[in-house]
């Protein structure tokens, strides 16, 4: 049963900027391990590691050359093992990152489809059926190798498009459907890898991209149907795991394809991006900002259109951030971070934290590109422990740092700011308590709008017997409430009542139980 899910907490970890053990200047399994308590301590249960596949790394880990064999960087198999093992010890679950996409150009599977000779894997990727076959609304790699074809790529040119086949085919002359045993080969495949790391006793998988299989599927409906095999496998096989899908499409995801969660991502105009990532040149206009001015309804109408759907069948899971988007502070202040995590942690669903945003780890904007990283770069730099050597991340040369440690004076540190009563880390820790000794505010309980006005506030909802109000803004808000019998549980900021009202004063949260 995954009825574990339901309360759980999730931290994320880039696995290369986490903890260093061998002073080669990377994070690694060991590091992880190690770290287990601290992650327990902060109230988190499940653990989501970005990839640790073998891999050329020039997207991070997100282009595997082998799915069964772990990462020199991060150490060995047994090194992974014992991890899951000190993980279960603990009563903590581990997700690995699922690619299912594409793979690295180096995969032997792609090493033997690009030859010229016919191989057992020339179906495994979506090749033309000659050169000089490129039409261009489709994003192919042209004569770079020597079999007589252009590939399919995802993202960047070294991810290669496993093929899965295309829902409308196009070009029949090199386009299998996606009922082919072609494409079901491939889903086999992946099977057999998701079997390989089920079987060591993993408790699921983070699905990347996981909405990219079939081409020309704009409804999404055969890929929707190959995670519908999956799911029917897990539930046969390993009643325990999880599937949890990059996509922010909850109908398409949780009710169509069968994910167990989905993350709500920072998308262009969805109810994510509205609460706490819509900056429009140097105006911020999300609902989280401070001197907020946002719209609350622009995120509510969003969110119950995925909420209302999918709540009988699965999760939406917020995140604080994750390695692909710029850290929370560089658009709001520390103080705004510890209101956001009050929302995060009494909203339905999972909620995921990213490493080192539980002490409200900056964005870089000085970092030049690292392994693909891009922008997101300055999202994934060292986390930083302590005032030891390398922010107690690594003992190695400063040189060798995967990626240079924040090193300003002000810079977060988890040992700073433990025990200190108005960190973002003491007020997150409080929260995830606050969360798991009551079940009303994870997953038992819906969630009902009290008060939700287009450019207005306070923001109001309750949970079970639990009702939370917000006011971001710079201003007093009142509503008209009924407070008798009400015990406050949670405070940022401040508020006032009387009969029949309560005043929410500004940049405040206020959670009663009645
Ligand atoms: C996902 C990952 C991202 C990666 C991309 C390609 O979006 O989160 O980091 O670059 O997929 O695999
Ligand atoms: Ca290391």
Redo the contacts with the bound molecule.
Sequence with gaps: MTDWLKNSVFYQIYPQSFYDTNSDGIGDLLGITLKLDYIKDLGCNAIWINPIYDSPFL??G?DVRDYKKIAPRYGTMDDFEHLLSEAHKRDMKILMDL?PG?TSDTHEWFQAAKNAYPTEFDDRYIFTDCVWEAPTDYRLMCGICERDGNYLV??FSS?PALNYGFYKVTHPAWQKSSDSPEAWATVDALKDIMRFWLDKGIDGFRV??ADSLVKNDDEKIATAKIWRNMREMLDRDYPNAVMIS?WSNPQRAIVNAGFHGDFYLDHHGNGYNSLFRKKIGDDNQSFFADHSHGDIEEFLADYFLGYNCSKDHGYICFITNN??MPRAPFYMSDWMIRLSHAFMMTMPGVPFIYYGDEIGMRYRTDLISKE?GFSRTGSRTPMQWNSEKNAGFSDSDEDMLYLPIDRSEDAPTVEKQQGDPDSIYENLKALIALRKANPSLSNDSEIEVVYGKSHEFPFVYRRGEFTAFFNPSDNDAQVDYDMSGAENVYTLGGYESGDGFVKILPRSFLLIRQ
Excluded: C
């Design positions: 997207d991070a997100y690619v594409h995802n993202y991810q990347d991209m990059e390695h692909d693909g």
